[in-house]
């Protein structure tokens, strides 16, 4: 079994920054990948941006130059580095660990998320 932890969120004013944490742990005979998904309440979760084995990453399309993702792959533990925060960033923030866990060889774990609430 894989566990997901993220960890970081908060209230934070707007134009400011926060650092989400995402640390995976268990059998994982791989990292796939990792992605960073956001869900506003009633809305369906949505990907904020992805890297890959390779450490390509995949930004959404409003995020980038704001959003950085980076690794730690010796910890298993990848951030989220949010800077210029805007209100509409409001949201409960998951981590998503795309991992070969010893069973199937790309299998997504889900932590509990974290809140992020940018407001002045």
């Known amino acids: 079994q894989v566990h997901v932890v993220e960890s970081g969120g908060g209230l934070v004013q707007p134009g400011g920054s926060l650092i989400l944490s995402c640390e995976a742990s268990?059998?994982?005979?791989?990292?796939?990948?990792v992605a960073w998904y956001r869900q506003v309440h009633g809305m369906r979760r949505a990907v904020v941006l992805r890297?890959?084995?390779?450490?390509?990453?995949f930004y959404e399309d409003s995020m980038e130059g704001r959003f950085t993702i980076s690794r730690d792959c010796a910890e298993n533990k990848t951030f989220l580095q949010m800077n210029s925060l805007e209100p509409e960033d409001t949201a409960v923030y998951y981590c998503?660990?795309?991992?070969?866990?010893?069973?199937?060889?790309?299998?997504?774990?889900w932590g509990q998320g974290t809140r992020v609430t940018v407001s002045s």
């Open positions: 998503g660990a795309e991992v070969d866990d010893g069973v199937r060889c790309w299998e997504i774990f």
């Open positions: 268990g059998t994982i005979v791989r990292s796939n990948a």
């Open positions: 890297i890959v084995s390779s450490g390509q990453t």
